[in-house]
Nanobody, 127 residues
């Protein structure tokens, strides 16, 4: 099993920045993709960003492109999501996810491909 713990959420004004972290522990061997998803109030969970083990491949939702940046520290089993120019519509619970096997970038946005999920961290952007 793999445990994922997110941190870094909070309340920020529109235009501000936050950096989310997700640390994996447990059986973390395997060079598998990790991603971030979010669930806004009353809406379904949606893809935000994902990254390959080697950081060679990344993918972003259209809403995140140009504002968010995903990275990872493989040695620390940690993935980060740097969020800049935040908007009220970015308000959501943000979830970290990790795959249990390899899959290519074409599948990064499919939440069914991820086996492990964190509990989520709340991000609130005030206008």
């Amino acid at each position: 099993q793999v445990q994922l713990v997110e941190s870094g959420g909070g309340l920020v004004q529109a235009g501000g920045s936050l950096r989310l972290s997700c640390e994996a522990s447990g059986r973390t061997s395997g060079n598998y993709p990790m991603g971030w998803f979010r669930r806004a109030p009353g809406k379904e969970r949606k893809f935000v960003a994902a990254i390959s083990w080697s950081e060679t491949n990344t993918d972003y939702a259209d809403s995140a492109k140009g504002r968010f940046s995903i990275s990872r520290d493989a040695a620390k089993n940690t993935v980060f999501l740097q969020m800049n120019s935040l908007r009220p519509e970015d308000t959501a619970v943000y979830y970290c996810a990790r795959a249990a096997g390899y899959f290519g970038p074409n599948y990064y946005q499919d939440e069914k491909m991820y086996a492990y999920w964190g509990q989520g961290t709340q991000v609130t952007v005030s206008s």
